[in-house]
């Protein structure tokens, strides 16, 4: 029995190799709202509440830095803490100073056997100056971040039996779509079948339809790339669109998705490897989708 319990996918720290012009992607071409910049080397940005849910740094790699998800409670994230100790992982507490830069409260990460990325926990968050504001896309949320893996069956088999992680879906031995229980979304995580470690997409989830075409059209004027859709995921139902940042990270917004009830849900479906299961209106992913981004090594 895993002793602790998820609210959400918190936040995604990402490195980026040209800080300004990625921020002025997120901000006035994803519609992310800029929180605050801390020096040259550093910016959040938020599409909730919350204070952040990206963060940008400066890097000569890009790609993602570490993945943050919020537990329930102060206790959760102490039961967590004791539990991730006995498993023997390595785990470090962020430092008081970091702590404070994120607005948050209690923080640590930690790295799982068999994957490179860090992972990092806490319970609370301070919100943002004022109100969440949509711009350019009515974002409603982080939605997912799905990585790539060498070893990933070795990763799943660590996140669905010892993380919490429940599996909603498979498709195929590709790519396994997970929520964060008891968060009820389809998936919050999903873990891709690759030759190396890397960033597959990060995806927000937004509250229109529309949002998916207009950002087809604003994507196109601006020149950036559009690499799959817009099209309908049969997986998990929902309408969606693909397109590369700066650095060739795939991002994409998505509209609908199942959920999950706590108790009492279906169980996970093994789905063949078809094109129309992830494209149900019959659309093919360009090559680059799903493949920029590295994943910074834990240095812990
Ligand atoms: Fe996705």
Known sequence: MVPFRYRKPGYVALNVSNLEASVAFYRDLVGLQ?????GSDVAFFRCSQDHHNVVLYQSSAPGIKRMAFELESDADLEQAALYIDQMGWPRQEVDPEETRQLHQGRTFRFSIPDSTLTFEFYA?????????LPTVSKIERLGHVVIRCEQRDAVLK?????LNFRVSDHFG????????FPNPLHHTFGVSR???????????MVTDVDDVGCAMNRMRKAGVEVVYGPGRHAISNSIFIYFLDPDGMTLEYSFGMEEFPEVGSRDARQLPIRPEILDSWGGAPAPKFGKGGVIEPATF
Request: aromatic fraction near 8%; proline fraction near 0%; charged fraction near 20%.
């Open 173 to 180: 031995d590709l790519v396994a779509f997970l929520r964060c």
């Open 158 to 162: 660590t996140l669905n039996e010892q």
């Open 194 to 204: 690759g030759e190396a470690d890397g960033l597959h997409h990060i995806n927000f």
């Open 124 to 132: 609370h968050m301070q919100h943002g100056a004022g109100a969440y």
């Open 34 to 38: 800029l929180e605050s910049r801390q």
